[in-house]
């Protein structure tokens, strides 16, 4: 099945700045990533999604690549604010059965 | 849009007890999905429901674990007997249709936690 890898596991910035993180993924029929943000005491919330037949998504601050020959994509968050604080996760799917990484602790210092 | 509704919010039992999680997906999505997701880790899926038919429970722990959507909207998950590594978070989603092109919405899910 799938396996996703996600880097860091942590992640520390100062508001303002940029975060990145990035995943890889095994199973290259993989055609969907779609990208959670998890608040406490929350379930996952989709943030931005992005398709195997495009290498780049952007909405606002948050923007997603995607890098097939290599399969690892990566999540940019910029000019991050103390509400960003959060986990993310990214996640594959071949078709419907979506395989999550382990996500990423995300603190925005003030 | 309301969204994915689920209860109990919290449930704390013994080990070899039963419980029940309920999920009411997001109106006129046709997928329901029950995830487990242990502390630290992101979701596993247990069982995918196409109206009220079974697509995928490849992972599902059947000795324990039951699921049923008998009319093709709410969901039921059932652990009978818990054991102390059921401790997790169950979380429910839906999404409009069964493939990629319908992203998952997530409800807040039910904390578990096994004495």
Not at chain 1, 2 to 20: F, K, Y
Not at chain 1, 53 to 72: C, F, M, P, S, Y
Not at chain 2, 32 to 37: A, D, K, N, P, R
């Amino acid at each position: 099945g799938e396996n996703v890898e996600q880097h860091p596991s942590t992640l520390s910035v100062q508001e303002g700045d940029s975060a990145v993180i990035k995943c890889t993924y095994s199973d290259s029929a993989s055609n969907y990533f779609p990208w959670y943000k998890q608040e406490l005491g929350k379930g996952p919330q989709l943030i931005i999604d992005i398709r195997s037949n495009v290498g780049e998504k952007k909405d606002q601050r948050i923007a997603v690549t995607l890098n097939k020959t290599a399969k690892h994509f990566s999540l940019h968050i910029t000019e991050t604010q103390p509400e960003d604080s959060a986990v993310y996760f990214c996640a594959a799917a071949n078709d419907y059965k979506l395989s999550f990484g382990a996500g990423t602790t995300v603190t925005v210092r003030a | 849009e309301a969204g994915v509704a689920q209860s109990p919010r919290y449930k704390i039992i013994e080990k070899r007890q039963s419980v029940a999680f309920w999920c009411n997906p997001i109106s006129g999505h046709a997928t329901l999905y029950w995830y487990q997701q242990i502390l630290g880790q992101g979701p596993k899926l247990l069982i995918q429901f196409q109206n009220n038919g079974v697509v995928d429970d490849s992972q599902l722990p059947k000795d324990r674990f039951s699921a049923e959507r008998l009319k093709g909207v709410d969901s039921t998950l059932k652990i009978q007997p818990a054991k102390l590594e059921d401790s997790a978070v169950y979380l429910c989603a839906s999404s409009l249709g069964p493939n990629s092109n319908q992203p998952q919405h997530f409800g807040d899910g039910t904390r578990l936690s096994i004495l």
